[in-house]
């Protein structure tokens, strides 16, 4: 995303792009609430947010020569497992209530950031136009 | 960023659920069939289910399909239970000695198994709505 799009929409943007993330991972574990074995993951949002804005506060293992690699540049990291709060006898740590839940928040959080977006649009339209509908 | 996979992933799960319930039907519609013989006695068909791996698996991409895992069928057992085996000498289907071999289906374990793959295919019919109306949204932004 460009710089100037950033000034406009501040955080809203990557949130956006970390929700649908979420979204994705918590559709895959509905999709496997009937495999053996698969266990539930999700996505820590506070740490991914800071990451994807740039201020975590872990510490970064220095990198000064070109072609190493970034320890902590995959998004992968956030991805964490679920603890099961009633493990089943197949090892499957998909829990359909908590996951339906978790799905139904993601999608008003998706929604709000969205009309975040929106907003900061409309705001803009209506400088451009100088307040008159168009 | 496409939001599209989710529709892969509750696609292959409405797939497998979809493939579960065939089995259970036809399993239950097999529940009463005989055979003359104890190995070609119908037998209880069971779905084995594995995550598969987003389809870019593999590019250096791959770390942006870490976590997203559709369902695949790797296959199709057959249950071990032992076969009904039932004496009826006037069955134009009894062997030598008169007995005729039935199903080892288990109708409880069908019906089971049925409401389990029905409602974990709403809940993915249920994503795939949301996952559209979301889209939706996005795309009528700022207007």
């Known amino acids: 995303m460009s710089n100037s799009t950033d000034s406009v929409f501040g955080l809203n943007g990557q949130a956006l792009a970390l929700w649908q993330r979420r979204s994705e991972v918590i559709a895959s574990n509905l999709a496997n609430a009937d495999t053996p074995g698969y266990q539930a993951r999700d996505i820590d949002f506070r740490k991914a947010l ?15 020569t070109p072609g190493q690699i970034n320890a902590v540049a995959n998004q992968a990291d956030q991805l964490q ?6 493990p089943s006898m197949d090892g499957n740590t998909v829990d359909g209530q908590i996951e339906q839940a978790a799905f139904a928040g993601n999608t008003v ?26 | ?24 039907a ?17 037998r ?17 991409s791959q770390d942006a399909n870490e ?16 076969v009904q085996t039932r004496y009826e000498p006037g069955n134009p289907m009894a062997d030598g000695d008169g007995y005729v071999y039935g199903s080892n289906v288990n109708p409880v374990d ?12 709403q809940n993915n019919v249920e994503v795939m709505n949301s996952a559209k109306q979301l889209m939706l949204k996005a795309i009528n932004l700022g207007s």
Request: zero cysteines.
């Open chain 2, 26 to 42: 036809s399993n239950l519609a097999n529940a009463d069939s005989v055979s003359s013989s104890a190995d070609s006695a119908y």
């Open chain 2, 1 to 24: 960023m496409s939001m599209f996979k989710i529709f892969d992933t509750a696609g292959s799960g409405m797939a497998a659920e979809s493939l579960r319930l065939n089995t259970v």
């Open chain 2, 67 to 82: 976590g997203t895992l559709g369902v695949q069928m790797l296959g199709i057992t057959e249950s071990q239970q032992p």
């Open chain 2, 44 to 60: 209880a068909k069971q779905l084995l289910f594995a995550p598969l791996q987003g389809v870019d698996q593999g590019s250096l």
């Open chain 1, 81 to 86: 497992y679920r603890v099961p709060m009633q």
């Open chain 2, 110 to 121: 069908e019906l089971v198994n049925m409401i389990s793959a029905s409602r974990s295919y």
């Open chain 1, 50 to 64: 800071q990451q994807a804005s740039g201020q975590s506060t872990d510490l970064q293992l220095s990198t000064p």
């Open chain 1, 109 to 134: 959080h998706y929604e709000a950031s969205l009309n975040f977006i929106n907003g900061a649009i409309q705001t803009l339209r209506l400088a451009i136009n100088g307040g008159q509908s168009s």
